[in-house]
């Protein structure tokens, strides 16, 4: 397919267009497809300061850029190890770049999206994975098109090796799960994973409605909504009140409802915090140290699922 005909499956915005390239194939299709609008446009790269070869795709970008005779942004972030390291480096890359920014993820990532939320049990909202923080041009395209892209502009884009090591989930599921359940099936089943996403996002918005206009500090009110509307208010409340840039999963929510219930009187979440209830309210603050034995009535997180949601 051509890149006119793949553009046109494309949403770039009509002004002036700004986009992360990292260097790799997907980012440098995006920017292909996006010097073919014809508009202008600035490539921002953010330099981690992590990989051996980081140095070399800043080069290879800015060298893109001069090409191309477009401006370049060059922004380094000062990263150490840090637990949910790839969450972290994900929400300060964004606070590096414009608000407006926009990044090639498609439909293949949104895909690899859907099902690790869904092995994180992060219910409705992880697996709607509706990507809606930032601009994504051209998330209907698949990595498959971004491949044909790169190949036509006669462009060869630096290769992240982390993207095929498989202890790391996302490249797990990539590389493996993916291709499996697609061989299984006799048919793609990205396309399959989108359209579920879809429909979830669609029924989401439902939720999300009614989930606004309950008080989730209110264990009377939470008991008395519908399961799914009472979960939301929580997920939405816990992500809010802990910043945690990982969606809140089903077991953490499963542990602050049986707070709700009264099986418990606290819980622990995600990021070392607790939810706990008194006279009918709920209450969000930091948890116990992990050195101190647990309280009575206390629902802890088990060290199998805190790996399991901080790993990818």
Request: net charge negative; aromatic share 4%; with cysteine.
């Amino acid at each position: 397919m051509s890149i006119a005909a793949l553009l046109e499956r494309c949403r770039f915005p009509d002004r002036h267009l700004h986009l992360g390239v990292s260097g790799g194939t997907d980012s440098v299709a995006m920017a292909v497809l996006a010097r073919a609008t014809g508009q202008p446009m600035t490539i921002w790269h953010v330099h981690h300061g992590v990989r051996d070869a980081a140095d070399d795709d800043a080069a290879f970008v800015e060298r893109l850029a001069g090409e191309w005779g477009v401006p370049f942004e060059l922004r380094h972030l000062d990263m150490g190890p840090t637990p949910n390291f790839e969450a972290v480096a994900r929400a300060q890359r964004y606070a590096a770049l414009p608000d407006d920014v926009c990044v090639a993820h498609t439909a293949d990532d949104r895909a690899e999206t859907v099902l690790l939320n869904l092995l994180r049990g992060a219910g409705l909202a992880g697996t709607a994975a509706r990507m809606a923080n930032v601009l994504r041009p051209i998330l209907s395209l698949t990595r498959r098109d971004t491949v044909a892209v790169c190949r036509a502009a006669g462009i060869t884009p630096c290769e992240d090796e982390t993207n095929d090591d498989v202890s790391r989930h996302r490249a797990a599921v990539r590389h493996r799960l993916l291709p499996e359940m697609t061989a299984s099936l006799g048919r793609d089943v990205v396309p399959i994973l989108n359209r579920h996403a879809d429909l979830v996002a669609d029924a989401l918005v439902v939720v999300e409605a009614a989930a606004a206009a309950l008080d989730p500090t209110d264990v009377r009110a939470l008991r008395a909504a519908p399961r799914a509307v009472a979960s939301e208010a929580l997920r939405a409340w816990i992500q809010a009140e802990s910043g945690d840039a990982y969606v809140v999963d089903l077991a953490t929510i499963e542990r602050v409802l049986d707070v709700v219930d009264g099986r418990h009187r606290a819980a622990e979440t995600l990021g070392g915090h607790r939810v706990a209830r008194r006279e009918g309210r709920l209450s969000f603050s930091p948890a116990e140290r992990a050195d101190r034995p647990p309280s009575d009535g206390v629902a802890m997180l088990g060290h199998r699922a805190e790996q399991e949601v901080g790993g990818s």
